[in-house]
């Protein structure tokens, strides 16, 4: 079944860029049945969507990070990626990578999700 | 885009049957039959029980049932579990490939 496993540094500063990669196994992320999503958990809040990426790199991300948001893909390395500018305490969270099924638009694999802290 | 609402908490005892709802508009749950529901434990990712509002994954005990009706989902746990105790969340499919979650709500069995 599909694996995905979130990378990338656990304390970030404010102002500065987030990067994070998630790394897809054992299914291709060129695959057409599937879009791969961003999704964030604030701790002790709730989850909430970042944005997606389809292999043909066509991207839509969530009206209220929309600005600062980027999600790319790497299909020779299957792959995809989040990059987060500008950052602030607010954006400390859980992110998680996932799945979509593309036609019915549920998240059906995750990640195990990485904290990132931001902090001084 | 809002997020979508759920009540913060609901409880049950062992065997009992709870429902949380999930409100959401005419742009996301009113239009589309495109509600999924999630579980998610402590310190874990979250995990699909529903989709389509009405469809389980393979795995996942019939005891999970899912609706909608109008602009609000919902989802039943019948023959509560220990193991229910969990955070549910909501999500729907809101156009422009998209998608919204609720806001959570934290089920405790007595």
């Known amino acids: 079944q599909v694996q995905l496993q979130e990378s990338g540094p656990g304390l970030v500063k404010p102002s500065e860029t987030l990067s994070l990669t998630c790394a897809v196994s054992a299914y291709s992320i060129s695959s057409t049945y599937y879009y791969w999503g961003w999704i964030r958990q604030p701790p002790g809040k709730g989850l909430e969507w970042i944005g997606s990426i389809y292999h043909s790199g066509s991207t839509d991300y969530s009206p209220s990070l929309k600005s600062r948001v980027t999600i790319s893909i790497d299909t020779s390395k299957n792959h995809f990626s989040l990059k987060l500018s500008s950052v602030t305490a607010a954006d400390t969270a859980v992110y998680y990578c996932a799945s979509l099924y593309s036609t019915t638009w549920y998240l059906d694999y995750w990640g195990q999700g990485t904290l990132v802290t931001v902090s001084s | 885009q809002s997020a979508l609402t759920q009540p913060a908490s609901v409880s049950g005892s062992p065997g009992q049957s709870i429902t949380i709802s999930c409100t959401g508009t005419?742009?996301?749950?009113?239009?589309?039959?495109?509600v999924s529901w999630y579980q998610e434990h402590p310190g874990k990712a979250p995990k699909l029980i529903i989709y389509e509002v009405t469809n389980r994954p393979s795995g996942v005990s019939n005891r999970f049932s899912g609706s909608k009706s109008g602009n609000t989902a919902s989802l039943t746990i019948s023959g509560l579990q220990a193991d229910d105790e969990a955070d549910y969340y909501c999500c729907s499919y809101a156009g422009s490939r998209t998608v919204v979650f609720g806001g959570g709500t934290k089920l405790t069995v007595l």
């Open positions: 005419s742009s996301d749950v009113g239009t589309y039959n495109l």
